[in-house]
């Protein structure tokens, strides 16, 4: 069994910072691919940024620039470090897993980012 636990969230100013982590547990492969998405109130869920095994990252347009996703493989963790936010990032963040060559998905229970002043 697959656990993604969440944390990090919380209430910042417009400007501020925020870093969220995600802890994975139970069974992970070496090949996998780790990353965030988040849900605003009446909109459906988007990739905000990934992060493959290897390394290589891949980010949404609205936060090109302003977010950083890392990962530490030996603790299965993967970060996201959020500067210069705005109003529009407040949603709910969800870690993801996509795990082994096959890609079984898992999710996180979400955490609130909230922005504003």
């Known amino acids: 069994q697959v656990q993604l636990v969440e944390s990090g969230g919380g209430l910042v100013q417009p400007g501020g910072s925020l870093r969220l982590s995600c802890a994975a547990s139970?069974?992970?492969?070496?090949?996998?691919?780790m990353g965030w998405y988040r849900q605003a109130p009446g909109k459906q869920r988007e990739l905000v940024a990934t992060?493959?095994?290897?390394?290589?990252?891949n980010y949404a347009d609205s936060v090109k620039g302003r977010f950083t996703i890392s990962r530490d493989n030996a603790k299965n963790t993967v970060y996201l470090q959020m500067n210069s936010l705005k109003p529009e990032d407040t949603a709910v963040y969800y870690c993801?897993?996509?795990?082994?060559?096959?890609?079984?998905?898992?999710w996180g229970q979400g955490t609130q980012v909230t922005v504003s002043s």
């Open positions: 139970g069974r992970i492969f070496s090949i996998n691919v």
């Open positions: 992060i493959r095994s290897g390394g290589s990252t």
């Open positions: 993801n897993l996509l795990n082994g060559v096959l890609g079984a998905g898992y």
